[in-house]
C-alpha cells in the first residue's frame, strides 16, 4: 500500500506532517510493505482556497493507494472520494508514525470535524493569515 503523507520536510520517515494537505510543501509516498519513502515538492504549496493542483497532477494516476493526513479541505477529501481514495487522519509527528498507525490499523477515517471549509480554522489547527489555507 502506498501512502500520500503530506509533510514540512524532505527528511524520509523522519519528515515531519503538515497540518494542511494542500498547503503542505511536501508530499511523501511511504510504501508500508518495503518502507520506502519518496519525496516531492508540493508544486501548489502557495495556492488560493480550493485551487490546488490535484494530488494525481503530482504523481500521477495510481501514484498512491490511500492519504494520511493532519487536515484536508473538503473539497480535496471530494476529489480523492471520487477518485476512490481513503484519507486517513493520524496527530502523530511525523511518517514513520504514520506508516506504523496505518499498519496497526489505528488510523480513523477523515470526518466533517478534519476537514476544512476555509472558515479560518480545522479542527485543532489555525489557518494562514489570509484564511484561505484549506485543502
Known amino acids: 500500500m502506498r501512502l500520500l503523507i503530506p509533510t514540512t520536510?524532505?527528511?524520509?520517515?523522519s519528515a515531519q506532517l503538515s497540518g494542511h494537505f494542500?498547503?503542505?510543501p511536501y508530499y511523501a509516498v511511504a510504501d508500508t510493505e518495503t518502507g520506502a519513502v519518496a519525496t516531492v515538492a508540493n508544486p501548489s504549496v502557495s495556492h488560493g482556497h480550493g485551487e490546488c493542483?490535484?494530488?494525481?497532477?503530482?504523481f500521477g494516476e495510481g501514484g498512491f493507494d490511500a492519504v494520511v493526513c493532519q487536515g484536508i479541505g473538503r473539497g480535496a477529501v471530494a476529489r480523492l472520494a471520487?477518485?476512490?481514495v481513503p484519507v486517513f487522519v493520524h496527530e502523530g509527528p511525523d511518517v514513520a508514525s504514520?506508516?506504523?498507525a496505518f499498519r496497526r490499523r489505528s488510523l480513523r477515517v477523515v470526518g466533517t470535524d478534519?476537514?476544512?471549509?476555509g472558515s479560518g480554522s480545522c479542527g485543532e489547527h489555525e489557518h494562514g493569515q489570509s484564511g484561505r489555507e484549506g485543502n
Open 114 to 117: 478534519d476537514s476544512c471549509s
Open 98 to 100: 504514520a506508516v506504523a
Open 9 to 13: 520536510d524532505a527528511n524520509g520517515a
Open 22 to 24: 494542500g498547503r503542505a
Open 82 to 84: 471520487q477518485a476512490g
Open 53 to 58: 493542483v490535484p494530488a494525481s497532477d503530482v
